[in-house]
């Protein structure tokens, strides 16, 4: 589907996660079998774990019971283990080897995947209008980071 991009860069960074988020979600499906609201799910709690499911609640940025009512399935499918923490008010959730790998290798062709895009989007310009040979990955990644930050700053008093 082709349409008139966004004059506001609000829209425009929406348009973008949104198509992003549906490519990713199309390769993991391909590849893996998986979907891309799993492994972000899988990635967090790799990259956060060992964590409660109200921390990993807010990670996700959903409600604890969204996390709660998706661990049984998580669990008995291989990809998370269940303990009950030390004081046994909450229970903690740790990645599996099988959500591990999952990650790694998953997360490594996804950040090929969009680095080769970022490359690729760089020649396209090049080739219209004299712009940058490339868009630089790790440039755009240092001011995303940036203005996340920012935008944190400012929603959190």
């Not at 998986?34 to 060992?50: D, I, Q, Y």
């Not at 969204?66 to 004081?87: C, F």
Request: glycine fraction near 8%; charge should be negative; include cysteine.
């Amino acid at each position: 589907m082709t349409h008139d991009m966004a004059e506001r860069v609000t829209v425009t960074l929406h348009e973008l996660v949104a198509e992003l988020d549906a490519y990713a979600d199309a390769v993991l499906r391909a590849r893996h079998g998986v979907t891309f609201n799993l492994f972000e799910f899988l990635a967090a709690l790799v990259e956060r774990g060992p964590i409660d499911m109200t921390g990993l609640a807010q990670c996700l940025r959903i409600t604890k019971a969204a996390v709660s009512k998706r661990v049984p399935g998580l669990v008995a499918d291989g990809w998370v283990h269940t303990a009950e923490s030390p004081h046994g008010r909450s229970v903690i959730l740790t990645a599996t080897d099988r959500a591990r790998t999952l990650v790694a290798q998953a997360g490594g062709e996804l950040e090929a995947e969009f680095t080769a895009m970022l490359a690729h989007a760089g020649r396209a310009a090049d080739d219209l209008d004299g712009g940058p040979a490339a868009i630089d990955a790790t440039a755009l990644n240092a001011q995303l980071e940036s203005l996340t930050r920012i935008v944190t700053a400012k929603a959190r008093p």
